[in-house]
């Protein structure tokens, strides 16, 4: 009986560990485990290369839309970062974040042609219509009415280009003068220029007096050519401390003999406030 009961105990211990082994399995060796746990990796690096390989050719061919960027506004940014692609719309709706408080903005627009003009007082023939200055370095404009039914408006423009820029007076007066031919197409003569000087209020005023066939690419590009009737040209150059005026007032002979006497009039007011 003995014997039997320890047949029967050997025997149930060998059907346990028969058991046991087929549901573990043989445990593997160190090599073979370190070469199962590496295998995965690699194959993830791998694909993590690749993945860097596609994106870069992606951003050098411009196609930003598929290259692996961080969202805006995401985590993989410091706390309160501009996002990184931001658009037109994105920057104008959010005040361009990237500028200082109260900074103006980068792109404001048109600014008006001579915005900051130094201080110089005159008043102007009261049928004279003052115009916004349309191109840069114009400080006024005025329209002044024909003196003739079928006649055209004659013009007055000031000009300003800062301190010590315009040219000389001499050199000025030259190129009005050169801008006038008589009837058969010659220079006029300089015995039909009036070239004066006078002071008004402590400033050195030149005036120009000329008549005849008027020609100027700058103010007619369209009619490059003399005029067909003869224009008048009445000019000035004030000069101040911080540097010259050019008044240049063009038109038909009749509309500017009309207006001689006004426009030297307003040259006496010419002052500094």
């Known amino acids: 009986m003995k014997v039997n009961s320890f047949l029967t105990s050997l025997l149930l211990c060998s059907a346990l560990a028969l058991t046991g082994c087929r549901e573990e399995g043989p445990k593997p060796t160190p090599s073979e485990a370190t070469a199962r746990d590496t295998k995965k990796p690699a194959t993830a690096s791998k694909q993590n290369k690749a993945d860097d390989e596609e994106a870069l050719k992606e951003f050098l ?11 805006a506004g995401t985590d993989a940014l410091p706390p309160g970062h501009p996002p990184i692609d931001m658009g037109r719309g994105a920057r104008k709706a959010q005040g361009n974040p990237a500028l200082p408080a109260g900074h103006p903005p980068a792109s404001g627009g048109p600014q008006q042609p001579n915005a900051n003009l ?12 003052k115009n916004p200055p349309s191109r840069m370095f114009r400080a006024a404009e005025f329209d002044i009415p024909s003196a003739t039914e079928d006649g055209d408006a ?18 000025n007066l030259a190129r009005w003068k050169g801008m006038f031919t008589t009837d058969d197409g010659q220079p006029v003569d300089d015995d039909a220029v009036a070239i004066e000087k006078m002071e008004a209020n402590g400033l050195t005023v030149t005036t120009i007096d000329v008549k005849g066939r008027y020609s100027d690419m700058m103010s007619r590009p369209k009619q490059a050519g003399p005029t067909d009737e003869a224009y008048r040209l009445l000019g000035a150059i004030v000069e101040t401390p911080d540097g010259k005026w050019f008044f240049k007032g063009v038109g038909p002979a009749p509309t500017m003999d009309a207006n001689r006497d006004a426009f030297m009039a307003m040259l006496k007011t010419m002052k500094r406030p």
């Not at 411009?62 to 969202?71: E, F, S």
């Not at 007082?121 to 219509?129: D, Q, R």
């Not at 280009?161 to 007076?169: A, E």
């Open 61 to 71: 061919s411009g196609n930003k839309k598929t290259a692996v960027q961080p969202a």
């Open 118 to 129: 130094p201080p110089l007082e005159y008043e102007a023939p009261a049928g004279w219509k």
């Open 154 to 171: 004659a013009q007055m423009i000031v000009y300003y280009f800062g301190p010590g820029q315009g040219g000389g007076v001499e050199d």
